[in-house]
């Protein structure tokens, strides 16, 4: 960091996202919720020919990217809005909602690029601890803010509400209210029917997860015309390249694909986790792509970690207090789940 920074950031400000090493490397990837599958064949043949046309600017509200999701959701082009990401779209919320010291809400744990965001935009971040087993408590709704963040599935616990217990639970709260469903597709239920009857709630997803496209960067958000026109008065002139409006469009269209994905998770999901609970292990009730799971008394996280490591399997630790006695486990194959649970169940304490 140089002297210029904002000092207001801090030295040793940043979003630490997963361990990311080279392809070439040999890792079995299960910290950073990637689709175990490829993406759709068709994306490889629809980038390339967009390659072709990169000459030109893309569209600047991603078409027509935006209206096949619209008519993936049923609702209206002009109530979506595409980015670089879900990232990027939560970004926007901060940009479009918050302005320098307002109260942005969101819970405690969940996703930890907010409390960066909050940081970067000079707003007040307040984190509300969830209860035991995920319920949404009464103080994350009542109260001031601008905006108010859930991610449901959460991460990295695997939590799921049910959209109508969020609903009752977020009845009479202020501000926009940006549900982040960037793991829905593993979860029984969206949100997004009950947006028509909520124009203060956005409904965010990404592609990165059930459609296997985490290195094309595409996530969108839906909600009532008028909150998704403040997410492009403040989005990047272009947000999503040729390439990536292109291979997005690809995907969405092979619904096939898209099933066997989510197929894949939620049977690899359930003999993990099964496996685990026989090993000894806690594990958190997950509707996500991953498992949260905490070794029996006399082992370590941290050593299961190194285990892993030490076999060329990454998995998420954080090292939060609340979080540290687990592993976040992305669900992988078949041959990926093997693989985790010979190297745990060799574990001797
Ligand atoms: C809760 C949550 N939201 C958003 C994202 C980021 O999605 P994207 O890859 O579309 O930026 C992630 C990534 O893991 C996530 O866990």
Redesign the pocket.
């Given at each position: 960091m140089s002297k210029y920074l904002r000092a207001s950031l801090g030295n040793d400000f940043g979003y630490t996202p997963g361990e990311q090493p080279s392809d070439a490397e040999g890792w079995l990837k299960l910290n950073?919720?990637e689709s175990p599958l490829p993406p759709s064949a068709g994306v490889a043949a629809a980038v390339a020919q967009a390659a072709g046309e990169l000459a030109r600017y893309p569209s600047p509200v991603a078409e027509p990217l935006r209206s096949a999701l619209a008519h993936m959701h049923g609702v209206k082009p002009e109530q979506v809005f595409v980015a670089?990401?879900?990232?990027?779209?939560?970004d926007c919320c901060f940009r479009a909602f918050a302005s320098p010291g307002d109260p942005v809400v969101r819970t405690d744990p969940?996703?930890s690029?907010l409390p960066v965001l909050a940081a970067l935009f000079s707003v007040r971040d307040v984190p509300v601890p969830i209860d035991v087993g995920g319920a949404l408590p009464r103080d994350f709704a009542t109260g001031s803010a601008v905006l108010r963040v859930v991610?449901n599935p959460?991460?990295p616990t695997g939590h799921w509400i049910e959209p109508e217990t969020l609903e009752a639970a977020l009845h009479d709260a202020m501000g926009v209210i940006a549900i982040?469903e960037?793991?829905c597709d593993f979860a029984p239920a969206s949100c997004v029917p009950l947006l028509a009857s909520h124009p203060s709630w956005l409904v965010?997803r990404?592609?990165?997860?059930s459609h296997a496209l985490?290195g094309l960067?595409?996530?969108y958000a839906l909600g009532d015309r008028a909150v998704i026109a403040d997410l492009n008065a403040v989005r990047d002139s272009y947000p999503v390249d040729r390439c990536a409006i292109a291979g997005a469009v690809a995907a969405l269209e092979d619904r096939e694909h898209h099933q066997l994905i989510v197929d894949t998770v939620l049977r690899e999901r359930a003999r993990m986790g099964d496996r685990l609970i026989a090993l000894g292990w806690t594990v958190e009730p997950s509707q996500a792509n991953f498992v949260f799971a905490s070794p029996p008394d006399g082992i370590r996280a941290a050593t299961v970690a190194a285990r892993l490591r030490a076999a060329r399997i990454l998995v998420r630790h954080f090292t939060l207090p609340g979080l540290d006695a687990a592993l976040r486990i992305t669900v992988g194959d078949g041959p990926a789940t093997d693989r985790v649970l010979a190297v745990i169940s060799s574990l001797d304490g």
């Amino acid at each position: 960091m140089s002297k210029y920074l904002r000092a207001s950031l801090g030295n040793d400000f940043g979003y630490t996202p997963g361990e990311q090493p080279s392809d070439a490397e040999g890792w079995l990837k299960l910290n950073s919720n990637e689709s175990p599958l490829p993406p759709s064949a068709g994306v490889a043949a629809a980038v390339a020919q967009a390659a072709g046309e990169l000459a030109r600017y893309p569209s600047p509200v991603a078409e027509p990217l935006r209206s096949a999701l619209a008519h993936m959701h049923g609702v209206k082009p002009e109530q979506v809005f595409v980015a670089n990401g879900a990232d990027q779209v939560l970004d926007c919320c901060f940009r479009a909602f918050a302005s320098p010291g307002d109260p942005v809400v969101r819970t405690d744990p969940g996703y930890s690029l907010l409390p960066v965001l909050a940081a970067l935009f000079s707003v007040r971040d307040v984190p509300v601890p969830i209860d035991v087993g995920g319920a949404l408590p009464r103080d994350f709704a009542t109260g001031s803010a601008v905006l108010r963040v859930v991610v449901n599935p959460n991460s990295p616990t695997g939590h799921w509400i049910e959209p109508e217990t969020l609903e009752a639970a977020l009845h009479d709260a202020m501000g926009v209210i940006a549900i982040d469903e960037a793991y829905c597709d593993f979860a029984p239920a969206s949100c997004v029917p009950l947006l028509a009857s909520h124009p203060s709630w956005l409904v965010i997803r990404t592609l990165s997860k059930s459609h296997a496209l985490a290195g094309l960067r595409v996530g969108y958000a839906l909600g009532d015309r008028a909150v998704i026109a403040d997410l492009n008065a403040v989005r990047d002139s272009y947000p999503v390249d040729r390439c990536a409006i292109a291979g997005a469009v690809a995907a969405l269209e092979d619904r096939e694909h898209h099933q066997l994905i989510v197929d894949t998770v939620l049977r690899e999901r359930a003999r993990m986790g099964d496996r685990l609970i026989a090993l000894g292990w806690t594990v958190e009730p997950s509707q996500a792509n991953f498992v949260f799971a905490s070794p029996p008394d006399g082992i370590r996280a941290a050593t299961v970690a190194a285990r892993l490591r030490a076999a060329r399997i990454l998995v998420r630790h954080f090292t939060l207090p609340g979080l540290d006695a687990a592993l976040r486990i992305t669900v992988g194959d078949g041959p990926a789940t093997d693989r985790v649970l010979a190297v745990i169940s060799s574990l001797d304490g």
